[in-house]
């Protein structure tokens, strides 16, 4: 009787929950919904993250200021977890004028990235108090980037993204656009990192196989005593 009664409570109130959710969200309430290049999630939210490129050959993307869906304006304010991971033509990103959230794996695997225009003067957070996806500069971006990549900001606020965690491990913070000279030099510091990086995967990747090889070793040796 008393689970019965429980159980009751616990339904009433759930369908209390879920009404008053959809009062204030009417029949804007979304959770996840393609739009252009890009697919955007909302959990009951004014705004959207983007979680995930719908072209892995893009070389240029624009991230949009918000994005419209059932008749209602979304502000674009975070790029999710590993949203761009694995576009390997990605050169240049632009992003949106609002101030901007970035999580883990957003860019990792993009060997050809040159450059971040961003126009906002106060740099995007690069998120570390997110419960799932937190991370610095070296969880969103390949530690080659730091050398690699040009990011364009604003006239005036160069030093403040020089000073702004993360974003101060770029070697290269202007505000203006970069020349061939430096996209060339870009190319090949991108190239040596790629293959720095794969090395130094590989190498862990023989010493893992090592380890295990050699503890098979010494079971088989166990075994024939």
Known sequence: MKNSILLRRFIVTAFAVALLSSMAWGDG???????????YSNWDAPHVTIDTCLDMTITELHIPNAVEHNGRSYP???????????????????FNELSMGLLRD??????????????????????????????????IFEPYHAESVIVVVPPGSEEVYRNTFGWSNFRNIQ????T???????????????????????REQANRLERELEVLRQLEQSGKK
């Open 76 to 94: 674009v304010i975070e790029i999710g977890h590993g949203a761009f991971h694995g576009c390997h033509n990605l050169v240049k990103v632009f």
């Open 175 to 178: 505000s203006t656009m970069p």
């Open 29 to 39: 309430r979304i959770a996840r919904f393609k739009q252009g290049l890009f697919l």
């Open 180 to 202: 061939d000279d430096q996209l060339d030099q870009g190319v090949i510091k991108a190239r040596i990192g790629h293959l720095e990086l794969q090395i130094q995967q590989a």
């Open 106 to 139: 957003a860019f990792k695997d993009c060997p050809c990235l040159q450059v971040i225009v961003i126009p906002s003067s106060t740099p995007p957070k690069m998120k570390t108090n997110h419960p799932f996806y937190s991370g610095g500069f070296e969880d």
